[in-house]
């Protein structure tokens, strides 16, 4: 009886101190560790590759934003995002897709009005859109609704509209877009896109003389 007591009391010991252990290194040192190596190397990524204007932080080079003017280049339509219900103390904001087939009336209609919306607020005096012209990612969301980017395509259709509410030459807005136009990652991975916060940032400070 004695000796079972001892040998339990042996292994619980012993478990004790693997727990101690184990939470010390993992719980520990380990985060400690891939933070220091993130922050040392990584550190704009590590810190939620944040994008300042006028000496603040307006943003994340990695998640898009909505609301803005006309006066702006537009992001990608954010169908798939809905408001925090549980706890309205916080208005959060819910990342998702549309969870639409292709074939579904309500995403059908979402699309075809998207797109007239497009054509009607992208026309000007001197340029009118065609229905033709407006690229998928003017009419969809993206997977999480928080897509960041657009297509060169869908942002060379908003250059009049922008030109125009801001007094600028279409040359001017233009080569905004083309100075921000990122290539295909590793020259093969993904599209050719226009991160649409750093783009409007640019174009304000343009606006502005900066």
């Known amino acids: 009886m004695n000796n079972s007591v001892a040998n339990t009391g042996r292994l619980l010991g012993a478990g004790l101190r693997a727990l101690l252990v184990l939470t010390v290194l993992t719980g520990v040192l380990y985060p400690l560790a891939v933070t220091g190596v993130a922050q040392a190397l990584f550190n704009h990524q590590a810190n939620g590759s944040e994008v300042k204007a006028d000496g603040k932080v307006v943003g994340s080079s990695l998640i ?7 006066d702006y280049f537009q992001p990608r339509p954010a169908n798939g995002l809905g408001e925090n219900s549980v706890n309205t ?4 904001i819910l990342s998702g ?18 797109k007239a919306k497009v054509v009607k607020e992208n026309s000007t005096a001197d340029y009118k859109v065609k229905p033709s012209q407006v690229p998928a990612d003017a009419v ?3 997977g999480s609704g928080l897509d ?3 297509s060169p395509a869908y942002a ?3 250059v ?3 030109a125009e509410r801001n007094g600028l030459s279409v040359s ?3 080569k905004l877009v083309d100075a921000h136009t990122e290539g295909r990652t590793l020259g093969f991975m993904g599209e050719p896109r226009v991160n649409v916060l750093e783009l409007n940032i640019a174009l304000k400070a343009l606006v502005e003389g900066d």
């Open 89 to 92: 103390q916080y208005k959060l």
């Open 97 to 114: 897709a549309t969870n639409r087939s292709g074939d579904n009336p309500e995403l059908i209609k979402w699309v075809k009005e998207a």
């Open 148 to 150: 960041p980017d657009i």
């Open 140 to 142: 969809t969301s993206s």
């Open 160 to 162: 009049h509209r922008v």
């Open 156 to 158: 060379d259709l908003q």
């Open 172 to 174: 001017q807005v233009r």
């Open 64 to 70: 898009g934003q909505q609301g803005y003017s006309l």
